[in-house]
């Protein structure tokens, strides 16, 4: 009853706290810690995971945006989500406005971890108004590998 009525952030947290309490008596607690803090962190620096990401998509609790151009866009992507390429932002920007409002969580991706795209879009994002980003930084890459929905 308690866990029904704690904020995401604050379950988080106390059960960050309850493993790292836990890690002291197994060494197999004390890598679940560390994986869970790691994960914690990078949810706090806007960063998503895969778990993470794909936990927003089951959920529908957030609009997927691709940030690699339209043509890789349309060729494949994952299902559901909007093209807001990097490099045509601003056209593209006034039609995207209309379809997704401020306060909605936006998760932005490209193609992998060593794309900047992602970063870019989500940033210009912030710029407009968008308070509510998070970078879904493994990408199609991870997104595709999981065996996870996709389109295009």
Same mark, same amino acid.
């Given at each position: 009853m308690l866990l029904s009525t704690m904020s995401g952030k604050l379950l988080r947290r106390t059960l960050v706290a309850s493993l790292l309490m836990l890690s002291c008596l197994s060494p197999a607690l004390a890598q679940l810690h560390a994986a869970a803090s790691v994960a914690l962190a990078k949810e706090e620096s806007g960063e998503l995971d895969l778990p993470a990401a794909k936990a927003h998509f *089951?959920?529908?609790? =957030? %609009?997927?945006? *691709? =940030?690699?151009?339209?043509?890789?866009y349309y060729k494949s992507h994952i299902k559901g989500a909007l093209s807001l390429?990097? #490099?045509r932002f601003d056209e593209q920007f006034p039609d995207f406005r209309q379809k997704i409002t401020i306060g909605t +969580?936006?998760?932005?991706?490209?193609?992998?971890?060593? %794309?900047?795209? =992602?970063?870019n879009v989500a940033e210009k994002l912030?710029?407009?108004?968008?308070?509510?980003?998070?970078?879904? #930084?493994?990408? +199609?890459? *991870?997104?595709s590998h999981a065996g996870f929905p996709m389109e295009g």
């Open positions: *089951d959920t529908h609790s =957030a %609009c997927f945006v *691709d =940030a690699r151009s339209e043509y890789s390429s990097d #490099s +969580l936006i998760v932005v991706y490209c193609v992998g971890p060593g %794309c900047p795209k =992602a970063r912030k710029q407009n108004g968008y308070r509510n980003v998070k970078v879904f #930084s493994g990408g +199609l890459v *991870d997104w």
